[in-house]
């Protein structure tokens, strides 16, 4: 869940609708809104309460780009604002800290891998800071160190984890992601290596990027 404002206010996202509507009324916030970044239980939950207060559900905002980010589910949508010199992706469940959202609930890997591409081109040469909507920072890390083990950039996250810390405090770079997130290091040649190690079978197939990722989230589906 984020709250988004400026002179009006969009909550992304409400899990607990009660406590958006206490936190925007105490702060004399302008709720103009509620946008999702897909239909999934947890991530409508807050609607009724908010709408029964008089804030519409809206499918965008004026002040963020909506982007088309199928996968997760095939609806899947994320939201894009532009600071002065820094990009804030919202992204839901398309892109986790050190991992990316399964496709178990109505979504497809082929076209979550597709996403991931494009928002690479598109945000990975720029500072760009993403939202994403769940932390599951340890348990992929652990995937991440899992399937590559020489990485000593997500050794060293793994050693420096305090549960304590609450990542909507320090939104992850995108730039950082590159380091840890298997699913964004697909040319990385040891990564390729122990897949071939867990997964025999790939030795008879030309490893394209596509294979490499579809490969990853079965493996993590898995793990
Ligand atoms: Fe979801």
């Known amino acids: 869940m984020s709250l988004v404002a400026n002179s009006d206010t969009f909550v992304i996202d409400p899990w607990d609708g009660e406590v958006v509507w206490d936190f925007s009324r105490a702060q004399n916030l302008n709720l103009k809104g509620v946008i999702n970044t897909h239909s999934h239980h947890d991530h409508i939950r807050g609607n009724d309460f908010l709408k029964d207060r008089g804030v519409p559900i809206v499918k965008s905002c004026p002040f963020m780009t909506t982007l088309q980010l199928p996968g997760h589910t095939m609806d899947h949508v994320g939201f894009e604002l532009k600071d002065d010199n820094k990009t804030h992706l919202f992204v839901g469940d398309t892109l986790f800290q050190a991992g990316v959202g399964n496709c178990k609930g109505g ?56 549960p304590h810390k609450s990542f909507e405090a320090s939104p992850p770079l995108l730039s950082e992601e590159l380091k840890l997130n298997p699913f964004l290091r697909l040319h990385s040649t040891d990564l390729r290596q122990r897949l071939l190690s867990i997964r025999s079978e790939l030795a008879k197939l030309t490893l ?7 490969t990853l989230r079965l493996i993590r589906d898995e793990f």
């Open 107 to 162: 979504g497809e890997p082929a076209e979550l891998f597709q996403t991931v591409q494009t928002l690479l081109k598109n945000y990975a040469h720029q500072e760009t800071i993403l939202y994403p909507g769940h932390d599951y920072l340890k348990k992929n890390l652990e995937f991440s160190q899992y399937v590559e083990p020489s990485n000593q950039e997500v050794r060293e996250a793994l050693k420096g984890l305090d």
């Open 208 to 214: 394209s990027d596509e294979i490499v990722f579809k």
